[in-house]
């Protein structure tokens, strides 16, 4: 079944059209990679899936479901963005609770879901510290975390690892394909880098100018002229 299914969806800021007739779609369990330069739009896709942004047309169903009516909050959908970093003032475990009690999850059920959060990226130990007090991966790592924790039913990761030096950003990849499959979790991962997008996803979307002119498998895309 698709968890996700995006119906020609169009985003305008006045009269720029930044997505122009997208449609997606993402079976359960598979990461796909959103593929483009910057300012294709794919931030843009990415927001109206999570519901920061309404489209001007289309329609974006998720678990078969249209959500167009549906808050960010109301939508259970995992978030790293580039623009949505750990929240500085919390802990390590306080950031990676805030979905759970955001979401109503029982609080007896919380630190437990935590623990398990925290050593599924490699963080247990680290729960009172401050995010100033971790390195950029450490950071990446919990936000990872806090995007995972309530289960989502989708996950959507805008250019997770481009803060990072090279070296970090090859182990950090390596390690992010593993902890998404080990979840089970279906992912979009925007990236303009195309061996990154190649590297995580099952499936790679190419957009250019707001409208997708690609799609494949990683070896297909890679083959193309
Ligand atoms: P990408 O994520 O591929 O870099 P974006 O989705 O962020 O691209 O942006 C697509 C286009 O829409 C860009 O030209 C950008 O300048 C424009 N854009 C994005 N957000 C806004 C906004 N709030 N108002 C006006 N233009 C915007
Ligand atoms: P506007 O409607 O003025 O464009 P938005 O409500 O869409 O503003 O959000 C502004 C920015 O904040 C967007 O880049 C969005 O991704 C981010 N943002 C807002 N709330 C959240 C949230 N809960 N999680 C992740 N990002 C968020």
Redesign the pocket.
């Given at each position: 079944m698709n968890v996700l299914e995006l119906k020609d969806v169009t985003k305008k800021y006045g009269e720029f059209v930044a997505v122009e007739g997208v449609c997606l779609e993402i079976e359960e369990g598979k990461i796909l990679s959103l593929l483009g330069p910057s300012g294709c739009g794919k931030?843009t896709t990415?927001?109206m899936i999570?519901g920061?942004?309404t489209p001007n047309s289309g329609t974006v169903a998720i678990a078969g479901e249209n959500v167009d009516h549906l808050k960010?909050?109301e939508r259970n959908v995992g978030?790293l963005?580039q623009?949505?970093a750990l929240f500085p003032h919390m802990t390590v475990e306080q950031n990676v609770a805030y979905g759970l009690r955001y979401r109503g999850t029982p609080k007896p059920m919380i630190p437990s879901r935590v623990q398990q959060m925290l050593s599924l990226v490699r963080m247990l130990g680290m729960e009172a510290r401050y995010p100033s007090q971790l390195s950029g991966g450490q950071q990446q790592r919990v936000a990872l975390a806090r995007a995972l924790a309530t289960d989502p039913q989708i996950v959507l990761l805008d250019e997770p690892l481009s803060a990072l030096d090279a070296k970090l950003r090859l182990e950090l990849r390596i390690e992010l394909k593993e902890i998404l499959r080990s979840v089970g979790a279906t992912t979009i991962v925007v990236t303009h880098d195309q061996e990154e997008a190649l590297s995580l996803g099952d499936e790679v979307v190419v957009m250019h100018a707001g409208k997708v002119i690609q799609r494949g498998s990683p070896i297909e895309i890679y083959k193309a002229p």
């Open positions: 931030s990415l927001r999570a920061f942004t960010p909050y978030l963005f623009d949505y």
